[in-house]
């Protein structure tokens, strides 16, 4: 027999019973039942129950063993009494009884509980990450996710892609987040960068003539932490593919990762034809660029409604600023005063004057609007507000007042808020979909200038024509993000590989031709030498996994993850260079006071 096990904790079965077996485990837990132990062995694969009796002879020892102890059994496979079956465990019809045991490693008192997993504070389980690992549902999400990579990689391949690596060590890249810099030793005052991602490279193995790539790519950026992101590194599939329209790129990656998610939703229905929704569609419709479609509220504008009414808080800012307008965020069934102001109340928690309303009743047989904006717009007015929303008894509608560039984000936050109180969100289920048609540039308020939307690398539509003779912030790109209830999860698209355009590009952000050349060199000379079409797109392999483990934090999907201030509280990073190191790196340290 094998030194430490016959059976791995989740094999055993009444196929077993009367064998002797030897298995080796953690205790996950030891119950004293009047003079019988029983105690729950648990490994990598499942948990199988033991029981001892006094008159074996490795009884005193097994009195002593404690949880999280790690022990060698040699037993006897024995079948369950119908009531003592236990049908949600794989090995629930069997038990071993202990004729022999071997303590391989004692456990300290723990830090924290590994049994029954009660929220424990943030830094103990990452300071312990080791025993918080041990935990049923983070182990359990971690193999999920090396199964849901695994899935990745196979389906690409079915799809005809070939894995690339590409670099860690680069040249630092303006992809919209800090850069890690790394000092070379070599090359006194110079710095290497860990890619944000292996963008540039990915398109230059276009130009090299490998015509479909993906990788999962390890991405680095110097950022504040949040929920859906974590601080220092991330994962990605990456690809890429040459002589592509965005159409062929949504119509070869849409299956794969359909398949995916079908794979490992556990029965949840997932879209399977994904909607293609323009970017000022969603912002209207939705007010985010990310819609959660599990959400059935879809805003509408009802500004004409307000214009010259009774209500002269609209009217009056309607009346003085012809880009103003009023979204209507319906919400069926929300018609009580009372939920009415309860909306009302959360939206002056976030800083607003409030949020007007109408909800509809019925009087006799009449069927009128009730709230303050009723009676000050009138019947008519409030019956045609009804009307095109598709509204009826029992129902409500909220109205937002503002510029929509100003005003969109409250909006989708009171959309979600809408729906999520009056439990209209189907949260069982995938909602998919592609946003497409992203505007190329933007205003930054804090520089003063035109800058990248998005992706600075992608092809405006209309290409050198259309940077060299329209309004920039009217042009749009070929670019697409994928969107999974309320997560972007994917952003890609179709690559501006033309020498002239991509200058002129990054023109009209300020930089100068020389600039372009000497800060994007590799990808400038390479289009220069006959570039592909191409296009592609990164998936959020973190972001998927947490939703398909239907976790709230990347941190219950990573293996070792950061805190919140972007510490490794396990190993102790980042941590203070030594002297001769420094003087090795031609490095002097000039850290301020905080």
């Given at each position: 027999?094998?030194?430490?096990?016959?059976?791995?904790c989740a094999a055993l079965t009444t196929a077993d019973?009367?064998?002797?077996?030897?298995?080796?485990?953690?205790?996950?837990?030891?119950?004293?039942?009047?003079?019988?132990?029983?105690?729950?062995?648990?490994?990598?694969?499942?948990?199988?129950?033991?029981?001892?009796?006094?008159?074996?002879?490795?009884?005193?020892?097994?009195?002593?063993?404690?949880?999280?102890?790690?022990?060698?059994?040699?037993?006897?496979?024995?079948?369950?009494?119908?009531?003592?079956?236990?049908?949600?465990?794989?090995?629930?019809?069997?038990?071993?009884?202990?004729?022999?045991?071997?303590?391989?490693?004692?456990?300290?008192?723990?830090?924290?509980?590994?049994?029954?997993?009660?929220?424990?504070?943030?830094?103990?389980?990452?300071?312990?990450?080791?025993?918080?690992?041990?935990?049923?549902?983070?182990?359990?999400?971690?193999?999920?996710?090396?199964?849901?990579?695994?899935?990745?990689?196979?389906?690409?391949?079915?799809?005809?892609?070939?894995?690339?690596?590409?670099?860690?060590?680069?040249?630092?890249?303006?992809?919209?987040?800090?850069?890690?810099?790394?000092?070379?030793?070599?090359?006194?005052?110079?710095?290497?960068?860990?890619?944000?991602?292996?963008?540039?490279?990915?398109?230059?193995?276009?130009?090299?003539?490998?015509?479909?790539?993906?990788?999962?790519?390890?991405?680095?950026?110097?950022?504040?932490?949040?929920?859906?992101?974590?601080?220092?590194?991330?994962?990605?599939?990456?690809?890429?593919?040459?002589?592509?329209?965005?159409?062929?790129?949504?119509?070869?990656?849409?299956?794969?990762?359909?398949?995916?998610?079908?794979?490992?939703?556990?029965?949840?229905?997932?879209?399977?034809?994904?909607?293609?929704?323009?970017y000022q569609t969603a912002i209207r419709k939705y007010?985010?660029?990310?819609?959660?479609?599990?959400?059935?509220?879809?805003?509408?504008?009802?500004?004409?409604?307000?214009?010259?009414?009774?209500?002269?808080?609209?009217?009056?800012?309607?009346?003085?600023?012809?880009?103003?307008?009023?979204?209507?965020?319906?919400?069926?069934?929300?018609?009580?005063?009372?939920?009415?102001?309860?909306?009302?109340?959360?939206?002056?928690?976030?800083?607003?004057?409030?949020?007007?309303?109408?909800?509809?009743?019925?009087?006799?047989?009449?069927?009128?609007?009730?709230?303050?904006?009723?009676?000050?717009?009138?019947?008519?007015?409030?019956?045609?507000?009804?009307?095109?929303?598709?509204?009826?008894?029992?129902?409500?509608?909220?109205?937002?007042?503002?510029?929509?560039?100003?005003?969109?984000?409250?909006?989708?936050?009171?959309?979600?808020?809408?729906?999520?109180?009056?439990?209209?969100?189907?949260?069982?289920?995938?909602?998919?979909?592609?946003?497409?048609?992203?505007?190329?540039?933007?205003?930054?308020?804090?520089?003063?200038?035109?800058?990248?939307?998005?992706?600075?690398?992608?092809?405006?539509?209309?290409?050198?024509?259309?940077?060299?003779?329209?309004?920039?912030?009217?042009?749009?790109?070929?670019?697409?993000?994928?969107?999974?209830?309320?997560?972007?999860?994917?952003?890609?698209?179709?690559?501006?590989?033309?020498?002239?355009?991509?200058?002129?590009?990054?023109?009209?952000?300020?930089?100068?031709?020389?600039?372009?050349?000497?800060?994007?060199?590799?990808?400038?000379?390479?289009?220069?030498?006959?570039?592909?079409?191409?296009?592609?797109?990164?998936?959020?392999?973190?972001?998927?996994?947490?939703?398909?483990?239907?976790?709230?934090?990347?941190?219950?999907?990573?293996?070792?993850?950061?805190?919140?201030?972007?510490?490794?509280?396990?190993?102790?990073?980042?941590?203070?260079?030594?002297?001769?190191?420094?003087?090795?790196?031609?490095?002097?340290?000039?850290?301020?006071?905080?």
């Amino acid at each position: 027999m094998h030194r430490y096990r016959s059976h791995t904790c989740a094999a055993l079965t009444t196929a077993d019973v009367g064998n002797n077996v030897r298995l080796s485990g953690w205790v996950h837990r030891v119950r004293d039942h009047g003079g019988l132990l029983f105690i729950d062995l648990r490994d990598h694969y499942g948990m199988t129950q033991l029981v001892i009796d006094p008159d074996s002879a490795a009884f005193k020892l097994a009195e002593t063993v404690r949880s999280e102890w790690v022990i060698r059994v040699d037993g006897e496979v024995k079948k369950r009494t119908p009531e003592t079956i236990n049908a949600k465990q794989a090995t629930g019809e069997i038990e071993v009884f202990i004729r022999e045991l071997e303590v391989l490693g004692e456990a300290k008192e723990l830090p924290l509980p590994v049994f029954g997993e009660p929220d424990y504070p943030e830094d103990i389980r990452l300071r312990y990450r080791f025993l918080d690992l041990r935990r049923e549902t983070l182990h359990a999400n971690i193999v999920k996710r090396t199964k849901v990579i695994s899935s990745m990689r196979r389906r690409m391949g079915d799809a005809g892609f070939a894995e690339y690596s590409t670099p860690i060590l680069t040249a630092s890249s303006p992809e919209g987040a800090r850069d890690f810099l790394v000092p070379s030793r070599i090359h006194p005052g110079t710095f290497f960068a860990l890619p944000q991602a292996p963008q540039q490279y990915k398109q230059l193995l276009m130009v090299a003539g490998f015509d479909r790539y993906f990788q999962i790519a390890p991405c680095f950026r110097d950022e504040d932490p949040r929920a859906d992101r974590l601080p220092g590194e991330f994962y990605q599939l990456d690809l890429e593919m040459s002589f592509v329209t965005q159409e062929d790129i949504w119509n070869t990656v849409q299956p794969v990762m359909t398949a995916v998610f079908e794979e490992f939703a556990e029965g949840k229905p997932v879209t399977k034809e994904w909607p293609r929704i323009p970017y000022q569609t969603a912002i209207r419709k939705y007010g985010s660029d990310k819609p959660d479609l599990r959400n059935p509220i879809e805003m509408q504008a009802v500004t004409a409604h307000f214009a010259g009414s009774g209500f002269k808080v609209f009217a009056g800012q309607i009346a003085a600023d012809d880009k103003t307008e009023v979204w209507a965020v319906p919400g069926k069934t929300g018609g009580s005063r009372a939920f009415c102001d309860r909306i009302n109340g959360w939206a002056q928690s976030e800083g607003q004057p409030g949020l007007a309303y109408i909800f509809w009743r019925k009087e006799g047989e009449v069927l009128e609007g009730a709230g303050p904006v009723a009676k000050n717009i009138g019947p008519e007015r409030t019956e045609a507000i009804r009307t095109q929303l598709g509204l009826g008894e029992g129902d409500a509608v909220f109205f937002v007042l503002g510029r929509p560039d100003k005003m969109y984000r409250f909006a989708g936050e009171a959309r979600t808020k809408v729906g999520t109180e009056l439990n209209l969100v189907d949260k069982d289920r995938f909602e998919l979909c592609w946003i497409v048609d992203f505007p190329f540039y933007e205003w930054s308020e804090e520089e003063k200038k035109v800058d990248f939307a998005h992706n600075p690398f992608s092809m405006p539509q209309g290409g050198l024509a259309a940077l060299q003779s329209q309004d920039p912030l009217t042009i749009k790109a070929f670019q697409y993000d994928a969107v999974c209830n309320g997560f972007e999860i994917a952003s890609g698209s179709i690559r501006n590989q033309e020498p002239e355009t991509m200058v002129a590009a990054f023109e009209l952000t300020g930089k100068s031709r020389d600039e372009v050349e000497e800060q994007f060199g590799g990808l400038y000379r390479a289009f220069q030498y006959g570039a592909p079409p191409h296009g592609g797109a990164a998936f959020g392999i973190d972001r998927v996994v947490m939703l398909l483990c239907g976790a709230e934090n990347l941190r219950e999907i990573t293996l070792f993850p950061m805190n919140q201030q972007a510490q490794d509280l396990l190993m102790g990073a980042p941590s203070a260079a030594s002297s001769k190191q420094l003087r090795e790196l031609h490095l002097r340290l000039n850290v301020q006071d905080k």
